[in-house]
């Protein structure tokens, strides 16, 4: 699809809409006429030049700046007087997640909060949402789902919604990611991935998607790990590139045992090499310099030193303290792969 076409509402969508903001028009024809990562810096000059008339003009200023990392950006226009009250709030709340957690009662205040217009009432469960994953509550969109779906479906601008559409689809990605749910994690993971106009944002997606594919063979995650490490090396994401060369890629090939010409820096990864090559007085003598373990890493030592009940407590973690029932499954896997243990055992 020409990349213009992809912030176009559908036939159908088209018909709630009943406002097209100076921004939806003037992307759409930047898009046209250069490339994508062009075309977004010059929108976002727009944005920082130019004063948003409506609500809905507002939204879509910030969810662009927003969708497209424009973050310094995104922060100064939040205090500035031309922006509704309500609108700001939400992006505040937005950029501080990138920062610090939120407390339970600061969860149960933002819950609290009330907004009459509907795109912010749909950005306003978006948020909620975000914030339950954020604690590792992957199940926290299932009492919100069909209300995010009609909010969705009620917003009418169509910049806004191709943005909060792909916010949508993420939120389900990880949804079924972690509660164990590959198969559909994967067809919204395409769905981003084909629709995304930010190069960063496929980047990741690629990225995650190597790790949820991890179960289905080593040829199938690795494929993605490499498309995630060229987008980064092309774009200049050093530390996303950095992240994948030094822990997404040895974490797949030691799972795979496909460890020739594989090094890491980061010790859990080189104990899990270690693993993977029978080594496992190594593996111990790498983790027995760690003080406190992840999950990941008490699975790794459960390994080494043939524990099952480290095992069985690191898939339980997994459960408990992350609410992953994706990785969950490795500690069993490890069980069965060197211990010769069932599940059940």
């Given amino acids: 699809m020409v990349k213009h076409q992809l912030i176009e509402p559908s036939p159908l969508h088209q018909l709630q809409m009943n406002h097209t903001s100076h921004l939806y028009e003037v992307y759409s024809k930047y898009l046209e006429d250069n490339s994508r990562e062009l075309a977004a810096h010059l929108t976002k000059k727009y944005c920082l030049n130019h004063k948003p008339r409506s609500i809905e003009d507002q939204i879509a200023f910030l969810e662009f700046l927003y969708m497209n990392h424009f973050f310094s950006e995104l922060e100064l226009l939040i205090h500035s007087r031309e922006f509704h009250n309500d609108v700001s709030l939400l992006y505040r709340l937005l950029l501080r997640r990138r920062h610090q957690a939120v407390s339970e009662l600061q969860l149960k205040k933002i819950k609290s909060l009330k907004f009459s217009h509907p795109t912010l009432r749909c950005l306003h469960m978006f948020i909620i949402v975000q914030f339950y994953y954020d604690s590792k509550q992957y199940t926290g969109l299932d009492k919100y789902l069909e209300a995010c779906d009609q909010a969705l479906n009620e917003i009418n601008e169509p910049l806004v919604y191709y943005y909060l559409n792909l916010r949508f689809n993420e939120l389900l990605f990880h949804h079924y990611w972690k509660t164990n749910n590959s198969l559909l994690a994967n067809r919204y993971a395409y769905k981003i991935i084909n629709s995304e106009l930010s190069s960063r944002n496929i980047c990741h997606m690629y990225h995650q998607l190597a790790l949820c594919n991890l179960f289905k063979g080593y040829q199938y995650s690795i494929h993605n790990a490499m498309i995630a490490l060229e987008l980064a090396n092309k774009n200049l994401y050093n530390h996303t590139a950095k992240m994948i060369k030094h822990y997404t890629i040895p974490f797949i090939s030691a799972f795979h045992r496909q460890t020739k010409n594989i090094y890491t820096p980061d010790p859990a990864e080189s104990a899990h090499i270690a693993i993977a090559e029978n080594n ?29 009940e480290m095992l069985i407590r690191s898939n339980q973690r997994f459960i408990h303290e992350l609410g992953d029932q994706f990785y969950a499954q490795i500690p069993l896997f490890y069980m069965d792969r060197f211990l010769t243990i069932s599940k059940e055992g």
């Fill in 280 to 308: 496992f007085k190594e593996a111990e003598r790498i983790l027995s310099r760690l003080t406190e373990f992840t999950p990941m890493e008490e699975c790794y030592l459960g390994v080494a030193t043939k524990s099952k």
